[in-house]
C-alpha cells in the first residue's frame, strides 16, 4: 500500500519568514495530493491540493509544487502570519475500485512566532 | 450548511468497557470514512462507506471494531471491548466524490478516546 512520510515533525519560523515542508509518497499510482491544516482543538480542513497534471498550485500566500519523478510534493507557505500556526498534514491518494482513501503523513506541528 | 458531527467530542472509558462514536456526514454526501489519529502518528484510514455499504475496511485494526450505516446517514462506530491502544483520536469525513474523482474530504472535529 500506499506510505506517506513527512518532514519536518516541528517547525518554527518568525513571523514574514517562509515555511516549507515536504512529503514523499511510494505509489506511483497516486494521483492526488492534498493539504490540511489543523489548528489545536479544530477539525483538518483542506487548504490546497494538486492533482498529478499539474506540477504547481497556488493559492495567495501558500503553493504546493509536485514532482511526480521524484515522487514528492511540498507545501510553501510565505509572509507567514501567527494564524498560519497549526499542525499541516500532506495526504496522497491513489484512485480505483470505489475506495478514495487518503494515506496522511505523520503531520509538521508549525508555530510562526511574532 | 452543518459540517460533519461527531459525539461525542471525548470519552473515558476503561479497558474492557464498550463506546459507541456517531458521526453525522454532511447531507448528500454519500461518502463517509473513519480514521483516527494515535498520540504524535499519523492520521490514519479505517474504513470508507459509500451510502450503506462498506466500499472498503481494510484498515479496521481488527475484530473489536464495527461500524454501522444503516440507511445510508448517519455511522456508528463501537469498539467493544476497548483496549489501552484504542486510545485516540477518530475522524469522521465526508464527501461528494463519485466515479474516479476523489473529491474535498470535510472532516468532523474528531472524538477523543481515552482508554485507562
Known amino acids: 500500500g500506499e506510505n506517506v512520510e513527512q518532514h519536518p515533525s516541528t517547525l518554527s519560523v518568525q513571523e514574514g519568514d517562509s515555511a516549507v515542508i515536504k512529503c514523499t509518497y511510494s505509489d506511483s499510482a497516486s494521483n492526488y495530493f492534498p493539504w490540511y491544516k489543523q489548528e489545536l482543538g479544530k477539525r483538518p480542513q483542506l487548504i490546497i491540493d494538486?492533482?498529478?497534471?499539474?506540477g504547481e498550485k497556488k493559492d495567495q500566500r501558500i503553493a504546493v509544487t509536485l514532482n511526480k519523478t521524484a515522487k514528492h510534493f511540498s507545501l510553501h507557505i510565505t509572509e507567514t502570519q501567527p494564524e498560519d500556526s497549526a499542525v499541516y498534514f500532506c495526504a496522497a491518494s491513489i484512485p480505483g475500485a470505489g475506495s478514495y482513501q487518503l494515506t496522511f503523513g505523520k503531520g509538521t506541528k508549525l508555530s510562526v512566532i511574532p | 450548511e452543518a459540517g460533519v458531527t461527531q459525539f461525542p467530542s471525548h470519552s473515558v472509558i476503561e479497558k474492557g468497557q464498550t463506546v459507541t462514536l456517531r458521526c453525522d456526514p454532511i447531507s448528500g454526501h454519500d461518502n463517509l470514512y473513519w480514521y483516527r489519529r494515535v498520540m504524535g502518528k499519523e492520521i490514519k484510514f479505517l474504513l470508507h462507506f459509500v451510502k450503506e455499504s462498506k466500499q472498503d475496511e481494510s484498515g479496521m485494526p481488527n475484530n473489536r471494531f464495527l461500524a454501522e450505516r444503516t440507511g445510508g446517514t448517519y455511522s456508528t462506530l463501537k469498539v467493544q471491548p476497548a483496549e489501552l491502544e484504542d486510545s485516540g483520536v477518530y475522524f469522521c469525513a465526508s464527501s461528494h466524490g463519485t466515479g474516479g474523482d476523489t473529491g474535498e474530504l470535510f472532516f468532523g472535529e474528531g472524538s477523543r478516546l481515552t482508554v485507562l
Open positions: 494538486i492533482r498529478s497534471n499539474v
